[in-house]
């Protein structure tokens, strides 16, 4: 079955940046998406088709994808962009497949 | 605004049934595949079932195939997740979600979630 891994957990300082991978075997001839879920809500797509921000997702979020990972990058993080991210592809053999998650701390 | 409404979680004991409601608005319901997540809290997201705009064609997660049933009622802008047989490992929070388009495989929206318990 196909898999995507994620790191568990990216701690950044305000107003950095925070990079999130998600590996997966020739990860980049697939589309990935991203969500971000915070404690107790359900899960915000935040990218989608690798690099595009769905309306009222800030600029600060952006996504890329090549080879056998895909990246999430929160530019000048907020403390409200802490949260659980998840990326997501779609395989042909395992259907809908998430990654493992990884929790941004913003310290 | 899009809406998606989760009801009929609660507590079960194993080996019986309990099904979930989702109720859509705000968009036109039967132009979109819609899908069923479920999370055990603390953990990871996992894909458990979707069906086409018409309820025609209907795919399962393994883990549950045989044992879930998904459909919809596009008269009611409703979808269903009738769940069998049920066990410890199906306790979680069930998310139903919309997918973008047929042909792009991801959600836009997601409901709030229904917890189901299942313990004796």
């Known amino acids: 079955s196909y898999e995507l891994t994620q790191p568990p957990s990216v701690s950044v300082s305000p107003g950095q940046t925070a990079s999130i991978t998600c590996s997966g075997d020739r990860l980049g001839s697939k589309y990935v998406c991203w969500y971000q879920q915070k404690p107790g809500q359900s899960p915000v797509l935040v990218i989608h088709q690798d690099t595009k921000r769905p309306s009222g997702i800030p600029e600060r979020f952006s996504g890329s994808n090549s080879g056998n990972a895909a990246t999430l990058t929160i530019s000048g993080t907020r403390a409200i962009d802490e949260a659980d991210y998840y990326c997501?592809?779609?395989?042909?053999?395992?259907?809908?497949?998430f990654g493992t998650g990884t929790k941004v701390t913003v310290l | 605004e899009v809406q998606l409404v989760e009801s009929g979680g609660g507590l079960v004991q194993p080996g019986t049934s309990l099904r979930l409601s989702c109720a859509a608005s705000g968009f036109a319901f039967n132009d979109y595949w819609m899908h069923w997540v479920r999370q055990v809290p603390g953990k990871g997201l996992v894909w458990v079932s979707g069906?086409?705009?018409?309820?025609?064609?209907?795919n399962y997660a393994d883990s549950v195939e045989g044992r879930f049933t998904i459909s919809r009622d596009n008269t009611k802008n409703t979808l269903y997740l009738q769940m069998n047989s049920l066990t410890v490992e199906d306790m979680a929070v069930y998310f139903c979600?919309?997918?973008?388009?047929?042909?792009?495989?991801?959600?836009?929206?997601w409901g709030q979630g229904g917890l189901v318990t299942v313990s004796s």
């Open positions: 997501q592809a779609w395989d042909s053999s395992s259907g809908y497949v």
């Open positions: 979600a919309r997918q973008y388009t047929s042909g792009w495989y991801y959600f836009d929206y």
């Open positions: 069906i086409s705009t018409d309820g025609t064609t209907t």
